[in-house]
């Protein structure tokens, strides 16, 4: 069995848990270095696994340098978006294979010049499009390709973020909220949804419309700039403080907990459509919503021969046939643990792409992780110019 000693850039929730996948079990597989600028990160990860301080950097930099010496094999980047690109290439510069979380990069260019920089270093790169293994896209998928519905004419498709995820996730986190941060809400929520469509549609995107903005949450008068009992909405405000500091408020700090939500500094759309037309003729069409209960991806995709609907939130897909009119519902298992099943399955896959990379290719690699980036930001640049992005520009000597 192969040894694999990985080194983590990026010590917030989500770094630590991919790692607890990947060690699960493995006794071949450890956590053998970590960077991350912030001090409480770092020491948190470090406690979690028993790490000597030696090992824990400020600077991923000073962790590629002592890679030699730690034996370090691979890194997994789970920083902030805006830093991807950035850390990405240096790995790559530096020889070393990759796992690279959503979304692959804050802008075309940047995913531009890692497609590029991997393509050219031969260096493999596995991005984290987790969802392409869960079991329910697993079983979505293999319904479209087995042609149980002919050719796709077009897909309704939609994100529904529940209020919890919205106020904590969103407005109050500054990680997730601010557009400097993130890029837009469509590409760092909406990336997983971009990917899935264009894995479905199996065609390249050819052009995008989008329209979305902030309208409802913005500073209003008759609310304070904190969550108190004094608020007037407070016991009606589904989006009020959680003072248990538990489950989405739990990175949040203290001063952040308590920001109203229509006063926080978040300054991403509140709601947004996109319109997707692919070179086969497909059109995809996608709502992103905050408002919604329960939290939950939903689609119909329309084929020539009948129709695939499904909900996350029931583990639900039904496919009805259009000559027999038969009906066929599915509940795939496996779908307990992270995002439905696909933490667990995804840190394996990326484990086996360290075993062989050439036997055991990622269903994702930096092709599929330029795509997603290229029709979410196509879809803002719609969104703030006001008009069709045409995106076969953007795959020039790619
Ligand atoms: N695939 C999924 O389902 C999934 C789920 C959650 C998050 N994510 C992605 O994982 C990434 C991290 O998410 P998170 O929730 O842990 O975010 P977070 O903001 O809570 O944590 C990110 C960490 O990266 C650190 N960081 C920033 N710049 C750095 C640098 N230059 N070098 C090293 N570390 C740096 C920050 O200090 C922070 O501790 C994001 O890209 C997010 O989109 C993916």
């Given at each position: 069995m192969r040894q694999h000693k990985i080194g983590l850039v990026g010590c917030g929730p989500r770094g630590i848990h991919l790692i607890r996948e990947m060690v699960r079990?493995?006794?071949?597989?450890?956590?053998?270095a970590i960077a991350d600028p912030r001090a409480d990160r770092r020491e948190n990860c470090r406690q979690t696994y028993g790490l000597?301080?030696?090992?824990?950097?400020?600077d991923y930099e000073d962790l590629l340098a002592n890679r030699k010496n730690l034996g370090i094999n691979a890194v997994v980047i789970a920083s902030n978006v805006a830093t991807h690109a950035e850390i990405a290439c240096a790995c790559i510069e530096a020889g070393i294979p990759v796992f690279l979380e959503k979304p692959m990069a804050m802008t075309i260019e940047q995913a531009r010049e890692i497609v590029k920089l991997a393509k050219r270093s031969g260096v493999p790169v596995q991005v984290g499009f987790n969802l392409r293994y869960a079991p329910f896209f697993i079983t979505l998928h293999d319904l479209i390709v087995s042609g149980?519905?002919?050719?796709?004419?077009s897909i309704e498709w939609a994100e529904v973020i529940g209020p919890r995820h919205w106020a904590d996730?969103?407005?109050?986190r500054p990680s997730y909220g601010l557009s400097s941060s993130v890029g837009s809400w469509l590409l760092e929520k909406s990336c997983h949804d971009m990917d899935l469509i264009a894995w479905i549609t199996s065609s390249p995107c050819k052009r995008v419309a989008s329209f979305g903005s902030r309208t409802y949450f913005v500073p209003r008068?008759?609310?304070?700039e904190k969550c108190s009992w004094e608020c007037p909405r407070y016991f009606r405000c589904v989006w009020k403080a959680d003072p248990s500091g538990k489950g989405m408020a739990a990175p949040l700090t203290p001063e952040e907990r308590e920001l109203c939500v229509f006063h926080s500094p978040s300054d991403i759309v509140d709601h947004q459509n996109a319109i997707f037309e692919f070179e086969d003729g497909t059109l995809a069409s996608f709502n992103l919503n905050p408002l919604g209960i329960p939290e939950r991806r939903y689609f119909t995709i329309y084929g020539v021969d009948g129709t695939i609907s499904g909900d996350t939130s029931t583990n639900w897909i039904c496919l009805r046939k259009a000559d027999s009119g038969t009906e066929i519902v599915y509940r795939p298992?496996?779908?307990?643990?992270?995002h439905l099943g696909a933490d667990s399955r995804i840190a394996q896959a990326f484990i086996d792409f360290l075993d062989d990379p050439v036997m055991n290719p990622p269903k994702t690699g930096v092709r599929e992780g330029f795509e997603a980036v290229l029709m979410a930001c196509a879809a803002d640049i719609s969104r703030r110019e006001n008009r069709v992005v045409e995106l076969e520009e953007y795959r020039k000597d790619l």
């Open positions: 079990n493995r006794e071949n597989v450890r956590l053998a000597p301080s030696e090992v824990c950097f400020h149980e519905i002919g050719t796709i004419l996730g969103y407005c109050r008068s008759d609310v304070p298992g496996g779908v307990e643990d992270g």
